[in-house]
């Protein structure tokens, strides 16, 4: 069993910067790959960016590469999405997950675990 706790939300300026985090634990968590989704109000849930624990490699959406950077502390099992020159459209629910193919894959259907949600609004 993995559980995921995202904070780091809330509200910025167009152009602003947020950075989320996402606490991961359970006995094998540092066998997943850990993604970020985001979710809109009317919309589907879509990938933003993943990693690996091992090397670190990362998968970004085309909306935010050159904007947003993923990283992971392994020793605090933990992963951070840092979201630069943002914009309204990056308004939405952001959701940490884990997937365990340890895969850093945009597809939602290979998470299994979801975190709650934090929510992010960019006013223009």
């Known amino acids: 069993q993995v559980q995921l706790v995202e904070s780091g939300g809330g509200l910025a300026q167009a152009g602003g910067s947020l950075r989320l985090s996402c606490a991961a634990s359970g006995r094998t968590v540092n066998r997943y790959a850990m993604g970020w989704f985001r979710q809109a109000p009317g919309k589907e849930r879509e990938f933003v960016a993943a990693i690996t624990w091992t090397f670190g490699t990362a998968n970004y959406a085309d909306s935010v590469k050159g904007r947003f950077t993923v990283s992971r502390d392994n020793a605090e099992n933990t992963v951070y999405l840092t979201m630069n020159s943002l914009k309204p459209e990056d308004t939405a629910v952001y959701y940490c997950?884990?997937?365990?193919?340890?895969?850093?894959?945009?597809?939602?259907?290979?998470?299994?675990?979801w975190g709650q949600g934090t929510q992010v609004t960019v006013s223009s």
């Open positions: 997950a884990a997937a365990p193919r340890g895969t850093p894959t945009p597809l939602k259907s290979e998470y299994a675990y």
